[in-house]
């Protein structure tokens, strides 16, 4: 069966300092994983995923399949990250859209 | 574009009632996909619906069904309502092509009482 983990619900750090939310798989496969975000009062969003090995709001994740991890790192917080994050895994072809997603850590940046 | 709407926001409903969600997805989004999250379990995959046919089903009793028209608009169904079906139900569209992004509405708060 497909998991995802996030260890830490909750993870708060000050202005400034680097960002690393954690998330570990299981999947027989290859799986897609991704990054939602959902900001105070508004609806959950993509912000990130393996495939296009982009860096959005300055944030990046790295798939790693040794470790199944795909954590999510920013080195400088900013205030406006403050937001509860899903790591989300789907699998390939007619199961792509079915997201199993972890139960989520909620990110406080502290001014 | 308009976002994926939700409707109602807000439901309210009694143990054994049945009760209907409806979502409209982003225009030209043929996939629609709808999750139920609860402070327990998280976020749960329900169903997913591409032109109409059920593409893929979460790991949920027979209660809960679901149906898209022609349109790509969808609809879920909850019958003989159950406390534990309180819930944040999220409704979800894709677009083939773009990457599996999906785009999610803003949900639908069931209360059963």
């Known amino acids: 069966a497909q998991r995802v983990t996030q260890p830490e619900k909750l993870l708060s750090v000050f202005k400034g300092a680097p960002v690393e939310l954690k998330c570990n798989y299981s999947y027989s496969g290859s799986p897609e994983l991704f990054w939602y975000v959902q900001y105070s009062r508004q609806r959950l969003q993509l912000l990130l995923r393996h495939i296009s090995r982009e860096s959005i709001k300055g944030f990046t994740a790295d798939l790693n399949k040794g470790e199944t991890s795909f954590h999510l790192k920013k080195p400088f917080a900013q205030e406006e990250d403050s937001a509860m994050y899903y790591c989300a895994l789907s699998g390939r072809g007619m199961g792509r859209r079915a997201l199993t997603f972890g139960s989520g850590t909620r990110l406080q940046v502290q001014p | 574009k308009a976002g994926v709407t939700q409707t109602p926001r807000y439901l309210i409903k009694t143990r054994g009632q049945q009760v209907t969600l409806s979502c409209s997805p982003i225009?030209?989004?043929?996939?629609v996909s709808w999750y139920q999250q609860t402070p327990g379990q998280g976020l749960q995959f329900l169903f997913e619906?591409?032109?109409?046919?059920?593409?893929n089903k979460g790991n949920f009793p027979g209660r809960f069904s679901g149906r898209q028209f022609s349109n790509s608009r969808s609809e879920m169904n909850v019958s003989t309502l159950e406390l534990g079906d309180s819930a944040l139900y999220l409704c979800a569209s894709s677009f083939p092509g773009q990457g599996n992004e999906q785009f999610f509405g803003p949900g639908t708060r069931l209360t059963v009482l």
């Open positions: 619906y591409f032109s109409e046919t059920q593409r």
């Open positions: 225009s030209g989004h043929r996939s």
